[in-house]
């Protein structure tokens, strides 16, 4: 009796022992399943935050880019009573073009303000992000045309063409040359700031 005593004791104590740790290895696991999806929430929420923020400075350089270039006007000192020398930014289509994707792509920026917030409190969602990016692929396709055009204009505005005999204009209307080519610059930061918005919102989606 002894004997079988002991035997049933040292059974009892290993089947402690064994449950004792699979419960401590099952609480492991959990824990690390737990904790993994948190850091991962983080990281979209603050991506969320910078892409708020991004698109507010992209807004706000857009705006100063049209207004820059829409008040953009010189009258030379020597017209006459009958002859005016005077440069508008609506002579050029290319600049109402320019003005036109700003204007555009600044009221965008404004509306997607709401569905950017909502990413904030809901960084889980998938869906509205795909939608967003198309979008803001797209804004920035024209922002990058309406730029792109601009600047090839104040190019030859600036050192003209020899080959096709066209004079550099910007010795006479030079204060005209320097309103335009600071509306260039705004206009292409908004650029940057879209490409680094787009390239956000695509880490957030691959790490869905």
């Given at each position: 009796?002894?004997?079988?005593?002991?035997?049933y004791?040292?059974?009892?104590?290993?089947?402690?022992?064994?449950?004792?740790?699979?419960?401590?290895?099952?609480i492991?696991?959990?824990?690390e399943?737990s904790?993994?999806?948190?850091?991962?929430?983080?990281?979209?929420?603050?991506l969320?935050?910078?892409?708020f923020?991004?698109?507010?400075?992209a807004a706000?350089?857009?705006?100063?880019?049209?207004?820059g270039?829409?008040?953009?006007?010189?009258?030379?000192?020597f017209?006459?009573q009958f002859?005016?020398?005077?440069?508008v930014?609506d002579?050029l289509p290319?600049f109402?073009?320019?003005?036109?994707?700003n204007?555009?792509?600044?009221g965008?920026l404004v509306l997607?303000?709401?569905p950017?917030?909502?990413?904030?409190?809901?960084?889980t969602?998938?869906k509205?992000?795909?939608?967003?990016?198309s979008?803001?692929?797209?804004?920035?396709?024209?922002?990058?045309?309406?730029a792109?055009?601009?600047?090839?204009?104040v190019?030859?505005?600036?050192?003209g063409?020899?080959?096709?005999?066209?004079?550099?204009f910007?010795r006479?209307?030079?204060?005209?040359c320097?309103?335009?080519?600071?509306s260039?610059?705004?206009?292409?930061?908004?650029v940057?700031?879209f490409?680094?918005?787009?390239?956000?919102s695509?880490?957030i989606?691959s790490?869905?």
């Open positions: 009796m002894g004997l079988l005593s002991s035997i004791d040292s059974c009892k104590e290993k089947r402690t022992y064994f449950g004792t740790k699979m419960k401590g290895s099952a492991d696991e959990a824990g399943i904790k993994g999806p948190a850091p991962r929430k983080g990281l979209k929420r603050g969320s935050i910078m892409d923020i991004l698109r507010i400075f706000i350089c857009t705006l100063g880019s049209a207004l270039m829409v008040t953009t006007r010189e009258t030379l000192p017209a006459t002859v005016k020398f005077r440069a930014f002579d290319t109402v073009f320019f003005v036109t994707s204007s555009i792509v600044c965008y997607s303000l709401v950017s917030f909502f990413h904030i409190v809901r960084s969602s998938v509205s992000r795909v939608f967003l990016l979008l803001d692929t797209v804004m920035y396709g024209l922002l990058t045309t309406g792109a055009a601009a600047t090839a204009i190019y030859v505005a600036h050192y063409n020899p080959n096709a005999n066209w004079f550099p910007c006479q209307y030079n204060n005209f320097e309103r335009i080519s600071g260039l610059v705004g206009s292409f930061i908004a940057v700031l490409i680094i918005i787009i390239l956000m695509a880490i989606i790490k869905r």
